[in-house]
């Protein structure tokens, strides 16, 4: 919600969206949420990904809704990607599964990386401490951002 906030993104918030288990089958591109999904991906000219870990990877909801998504969406796509983990080494094993993942979809996930732990978040909120690692994320993935649009018109 911070980021969306302070860059003027649009938040696709897996706990309020409503997509369905993936499997696979046609009929469920045709879903709204799926076709809202596809629409806001394709449209942006850069994507944060953020989850909690889980078992050291991303969370279920998000494959489940990576699962949704193709080449289509993201192809060559700039990614900043962020996990929210306790503990202090947690994190990196979501930022790697979704890595994976935004390779397997061509997206261009960005060297930089955030893993914020309990100290950065409480009762949901943004710490002060976290909000500069938020910026030079979000800073990298506009440079990012330029040169995908560049292209793109090009």
Do not use: W
């Amino acid at each position: 919600k911070y980021i969306a906030d302070q860059f003027e993104g649009e938040l696709y918030d897996l706990a309020i969206e409503e997509l369905p288990l993936y499997n696979g089958e046609e009929s469920q591109r045709d879903l709204e949420a799926v076709k809202k999904l596809k629409t806001l991906v394709k449209a942006a000219d850069g994507v944060v990904l953020c989850t909690p870990e889980y078992h050291n990877a991303m969370s279920g909801a998000l494959k489940n809704s990576l699962d949704y998504l193709s080449s289509s969406e993201f192809i060559h796509k700039p990614v900043a990607l962020l996990a929210v983990a306790g503990g202090g080494k947690g994190g990196i094993n979501a930022l790697n599964s979704m890595r994976t993942v935004a390779r397997g979809v061509y997206a261009n996930a960005i060297p930089k990386q955030v893993v914020l732990d309990g100290l950065h978040v409480q009762d949901g909120e943004l710490g002060e401490d976290a909000k500069p690692l938020i910026h030079d994320v979000v800073k990298e993935l506009k440079a990012y951002m330029s040169v995908y649009k560049e292209g793109k018109n090009n």
